[in-house]
């Protein structure tokens, strides 16, 4: 049986989710001194909930989640990590900006995601309408708490100005 365009999409999700996932946790790593207070490593740790729950509604909808979802959302992070960002063997004060950047990005992306299976809800009632509603919820405070941080860390590296905060 072919995928279905819904299945399709879910998919892809999966693949963007789980790359999040993968650099959340090495960014909660290589930061957890900058952030502090274990923010990072929940908010990793959130990500990969939030992973559990894309795939736990695909397959109440019947869309099967394949391996290469997964594949390619770990080799996808993995590849990000060859960015240009002025060093070749350490970890540049660029990588702070960028990653958090890319982590945001990855949140608006699955709240996107959410936003679309609440919609489907309404028509399709093995989806759980106020779970998805909580999932959406929880996708903007991970939003929010990111963009915290990434302000922070664009002014520390380039000015107060640059951060949007003065």
Do not use: C
């Not at 502090?36 to 695909?58: F, S």
């Not at 979802?69 to 960002?85: H, V």
């Not at 903007?140 to 664009?154: G, I, M, Y």
């Amino acid at each position: 049986m072919g995928r279905t365009l819904l299945g399709i999409y879910l998919n892809d999700h999966v693949a963007v989710v789980t790359a999040g996932v993968e650099l959340a946790r090495r960014f909660a790593r290589s930061e957890a001194g900058w952030a502090g207070n274990g923010k990072l490593d929940r908010l990793a740790e959130e990500m990969a909930e939030d992973l559990d729950a894309l795939t736990g509604m695909m397959r109440a909808i019947g869309e099967p989640a394949g391996p290469g979802g997964r594949w390619a959302g770990w080799l996808l992070e993995k590849a990000g990590r060859l960015k240009l960002n002025g060093r070749m063997l350490s970890r540049s004060p660029l990588s702070r900006v960028v990653e958090l950047e890319g982590l945001r990005l990855g949140v608006e992306g699955k709240v996107a995601a959410w936003r679309t299976l609440r919609a489907r809800a309404a028509v399709d009632a093995r989806l759980d309408a106020d779970r998805l509603d909580e999932l959406i919820a929880n996708g903007r405070s991970q939003a929010t708490r990111l963009e915290r941080l990434r302000a922070r860390a664009v002014g520390e590296l380039f000015g107060e100005e640059a951060a949007g905060t003065a």
